[in-house]
């Protein structure tokens, strides 16, 4: 099993590269987030590698970080996630912006990427819920050490907030600093004015 590779890019494709590795140029299949963070042609480079073999095909595919291996390994073990669909979610989506998305059940996130349907990504969110929640459902810590758990309302307001023109990200991150603040009881209304006033700032 080949883990990672450290080399020369040699080429570079729509979807993938080759890595020139003491004269073996290797093919390997990534994101388009991975081609444009590992540099040029010409440029020294280190690729995070995953193997894919079935009946008819063999692929390494590579990523930039090991974080973004990791997503692509929980992505291909939902049923109807392969490589390619795989690659084109990490393509779409940062592994942060990913993992938002499962916490809130925003199957919409997950469905800006090429080939993800609704029903797919409906599958995608519930199926890593459980493997991702802990990571991504954290509860956040306020002002003053408080805890405080995400409320109910966050992923209207974050939806919310996409449909004003912001960015998955920043709207997510809005709506969990607002969390934090007006805790449970807060109206959707009340979280979504006071989520503007956090992304104004």
């Known amino acids: 099993m080949i883990a990672k590779l450290t ?10 590269i080759v890595l020139d590795v003491n004269g073996v140029g290797y093919l390997v299949f990534c994101s ?5 963070a590992i ?6 480079a280190t690729i995070y590698t995953e193997m894919q073999v079935s009946e008819t095909d063999m692929r390494l595919m590579g990523f930039a970080s090991g974080s973004e291996r990791d997503w692509f390994r929980l992505l291909i073990s939902v049923q109807g996630v392969g490589g390619k669909v795989a690659l084109a979610i990490l393509s779409a989506l940062e592994p942060g912006e990913i993992s938002r998305a499962i916490a809130m059940g925003d199957k919409a996130m997950v469905s800006r990427a090429n080939g993800v349907g609704p029903k797919l990504a409906l599958r995608i969110v ?5 493997k991702v929640g802990g990571i991504a459902t954290d509860p956040i810590i306020g ?9 109910n309302n966050s992923a209207d307001a974050v939806s919310a907030l996409q449909n004003l ?3 998955p990200a920043d709207a997510s991150a809005a709506v969990a600093a607002a969390d934090a603040e007006v805790g449970d009881g807060a109206t959707l209304d009340a979280l ?8 104004a700032r």
Do not use: C
């Open 7 to 16: 080399g020369t890019i040699d080429e570079i494709g729509t979807d993938n």
């Open 32 to 36: 388009s987030r991975t081609i444009g």
């Open 39 to 44: 540099g040029g042609k010409g440029d020294g």
């Open 126 to 130: 519930n199926e890593l819920k459980d």
């Open 143 to 151: 002002a003053g050490g408080v805890v405080h758990a995400p409320s």
């Open 165 to 167: 023109g912001f960015k």
């Open 192 to 199: 979504v004015r006071l989520a503007l006033k956090k992304a």
